[in-house]
C-alpha cells in the first residue's frame, strides 16, 4: 500500500493494540488482587494467566480459517464482540467472587484477543515494505505497552483507591472490594461495541496476496522459519509474561506496598524499548540485529536479577531525580527486563512471514499459537517458586527463553527446509 493509503490501517489498527494493551496487561494487576479476593497461593493465582494465554492455542488455528473465510476486516469486528462478552463475565465474577467464573471470563477475553492478534499481526507486516515491518510494528508496540503503563495504575487508582493494603481483609470488605470490578468491565464493554462500528463502517481495505501453488500444496508446518519463529515467540511470550505478571507478586513477597502498580514499571522500560525500535529500525540497526541484542539483554538483566540485593541503588540513579518511587534493585531488573523484551515480537514477525502470500493467515496463526508460552511457562515458574520458597532465584529460568531467542536470531530465520538444520 502507498503511505496514504496504509494511514487509516494504521490508525485503526493503533487503537485495536491500544485495546491489546490495555486488556493483557490488567492481568499483572487482577493477580495479586483475586489471590486476595479468592484466597489463592502463589501457583493458583498464575492461573489467571494460565487460562488468559491457553486460549490463544485453542483458537488461533480456527480463527485462521475464519480470516480466510471471512476476511480481516470482519474478523477483528468478531474478535472485538468475543471481548466484549467476555467484559460482560466479569459481571457475576464479581458478585460471586467466584474464581472458576474469573478464569472462564479471561478465558473468553484471551479467545477474541485471538482473533484481533492473528488478524492484525500480519496486517501491520503487509502494509508496507518488510525491511521496514518490525519499525512499523514498534509504534504499535509503543502504543500497546503505553496502555500497559496505563492499566495497573488505573486499576490501582479506581479499585485501590481506599485501601490501604490488600493484606488481612475481612470477608465484607473482600465482597466489597469484588464489586468495584463491575463498573469498568461494563465500561470497557461499552467501548468494545463502539470499536466494533468503527472497524465495521471504517473503508479498511482488505490485504490480497498473489497465489502460488506451490505454496498452497505445502503444509505450514514444511516452512522452518514460521516452525522455529513459533518456538521463540513461545519462549519469548513466556518470559515476557513472566516479567510483566509476576513482578507485583515479587514485590509481595518482598513485603513492599501498592504492588499492583509494579506492571507499570515493565511496561515502562518496553515503551522505551520500542522507541529505540521506532528510532533505528532499519535505518541504523537491521531486525536481526535487533533481536540478537534483545536475547543477549534478557541474559544480562537476569543474572541482575538474581544476584543483586534488596537495596535501592539502581531505582536512586534511574528514578531519584523524578521523584517517582524506588524498588529494590532485584526488582528493577525485572521491570529492564520489559526494555529486553520490546524487539522481540517487532523483529520475529516479518522474518518468519516473509514470503508466505496465501499463507500468511495460517502462518500468523502458528506465531499466535505460540502465546501459549505466556499460559505454560509462568505457571511453572509459580510451581518451581512455590515449591523451593525462593522466587529470586527461579527467574533463572528466563534464561532458557533467551538462549531460544538467541538461536532463532543468529541462524534459525535464515532455514528454508528442515535438511538445512
Known amino acids: 500500500m502507498s503511505s496514504k493509503t496504509s494511514l487509516l490501517p494504521m490508525v485503526i489498527i493503533a487503537i485495536l493494540f491500544f485495546i491489546f494493551g490495555f486488556v493483557t496487561w490488567l492481568n499483572g494487576s487482577l493477580i495479586p488482587f483475586l489471590k486476595v479476593i479468592c484466597d489463592l497461593n502463589e501457583f493458583e493465582a498464575l492461573f489467571v494467566t494460565f487460562v488468559f494465554y491457553i486460549a490463544y492455542t485453542f483458537m488461533a488455528l480456527p480463527m485462521s480459517y475464519v480470516i480466510e473465510k471471512t476476511g480481516y476486516k470482519n474478523s477483528m469486528a468478531l474478535g472485538l464482540a468475543i471481548m466484549a462478552v467476555g467484559s460482560l463475565l466479569f459481571i457475576p465474577a464479581a458478585q460471586s467472587a467466584s474464581f472458576l467464573l474469573f478464569l472462564l471470563a479471561l478465558f473468553t477475553l484471551g479467545s477474541g484477543l485471538t482473533i484481533l492478534q492473528t488478524a492484525s499481526n500480519p496486517y501491520i507486516v503487509c502494509i508496507g515494505p518488510i525491511e521496514s515491518a518490525a519499525m512499523r510494528i514498534s509504534i504499535m508496540g509503543l502504543i500497546n505497552k503505553g496502555a500497559g503503563v496505563i492499566a495497573p495504575l488505573l486499576f490501582t487508582a479506581f479499585i485501590l483507591s481506599d485501601i490501604g493494603s490488600l493484606e488481612n481483609l475481612s470477608v465484607e470488605s473482600k465482597e466489597e472490594l469484588a464489586s468495584k470490578l463491575i463498573v469498568p468491565y461494563i465500561v470497557m464493554a461499552a467501548l468494545l461495541c463502539a470499536l466494533i462500528a468503527l472497524v465495521k463502517f471504517s473503508k479498511l481495505p482488505e490485504l490480497e496476496f498473489e497465489r502460488d501453488e506451490m505454496q498452497e500444496q505445502k503444509s505450514i508446518f514444511a516452512f522452518p522459519r514460521v516452525v522455529l519463529g513459533a518456538a521463540a515467540l513461545f519462549f519469548y511470550v513466556g518470559i515476557e509474561v513472566i516479567a510483566g505478571d509476576t513482578i507485583g507478586l515479587y514485590g509481595q513477597h518482598l513485603g513492599l506496598t501498592n504492588v499492583t502498580a509494579l506492571t507499570s514499571y515493565v511496561m515502562f522500560f518496553m515503551v522505551l524499548g520500542y522507541a529505540v525500535g521506532v528510532a533505528f529500525i532499519p535505518k541504523y540497526l537491521s531486525q536481526k540485529e535487533a533481536l540478537t541484542g534483545s536475547a543477549l539483554l534478557g541474559i544480562l538483566f537476569l543474572t541482575g536479577v538474581v544476584v543483586s540485593s534488596q537495596s535501592h541503588d539502581i531505582s536512586e540513579v534511574l528514578w531519584g531525580w523524578s521523584g517517582i518511587r524506588t524498588l529494590p534493585n532485584t526488582v528493577m531488573f525485572v521491570a529492564l527486563l520489559g526494555f529486553a523484551n520490546a524487539l522481540v515480537w517487532p523483529s520475529i514477525w516479518p522474518l518468519a ?57 543468529l541462524k534459525w530465520y535464515k532455514i528454508k527446509s528442515w535438511d538445512e538444520l
Do not use: N, W
Open 353 to 409: 512471514l516473509e514470503g508466505l502470500g496465501e499463507r500468511t493467515a495460517q502462518g500468523s496463526a502458528l506465531l499466535i499459537m505460540a502465546i501459549a508460552g505466556g499460559a505454560i511457562l509462568p505457571l511453572i515458574f509459580g510451581k518451581i517458586s512455590h515449591v523451593s520458597g525462593d522466587m529470586q532465584s527461579t527467574y533463572l529460568i528466563g534464561i532458557i527463553c533467551y538462549i531460544f531467542i538467541l538461536l532463532y536470531a
